[in-house]
């Protein structure tokens, strides 16, 4: 069974920064790529980044270059995202998701989601 469970999530102020985590299990982690997406009420869920486990490979949102860092511990079938100078429109629930092989693969399991709280 597939699991992607989140943590790390938040209420913090702007120019902060938080570490997302999300565990991985179910699956041969090294062969999948793994994106984390975020929702904001009324919107459609957006990916944030995407990290290609056995390319090594990362994608990012324009929002979010230069402030995300996407990375995976391969020997805690984990993935990161260090969030750094997160500002109130980061405020989102974010998704750990499995992708399939390919960041541009369509998303196929999510984790439950962990809410990220920006304050002005």
């Known amino acids: 069974e597939v699991q992607l469970v989140e943590s790390g999530g938040g209420l913090v102020q702007a120019g902060g920064s938080l570490r997302l985590s999300c565990a991985a299990s179910?699956?041969?982690?090294?062969?999948?790529?793994i994106a984390w997406f975020r929702r904001v009420p009324g919107k459609d869920r957006e990916i944030v980044s995407c990290?290609?486990?056995?390319?090594?490979?990362?994608v990012y949102d324009d929002s979010v270059k230069g402030r995300f860092t996407i990375s995976s511990d391969s020997a805690k079938n984990t993935v990161y995202l260090q969030m750094n100078s997160l500002k109130p429109e980061d405020t989102a629930v974010y998704y750990c998701?499995?992708?399939?092989?390919?960041?541009?693969?369509?998303?196929?399991?999510w984790g439950q989601g962990t809410q990220v709280t920006v304050s002005p």
């Open positions: 998701t499995q992708m399939g092989y390919f960041c541009s693969s369509p998303p196929q399991y």
């Open positions: 179910g699956f041969p982690f090294d062969d999948y790529a």
């Open positions: 990290i290609n486990n056995h390319e090594r490979h990362t």
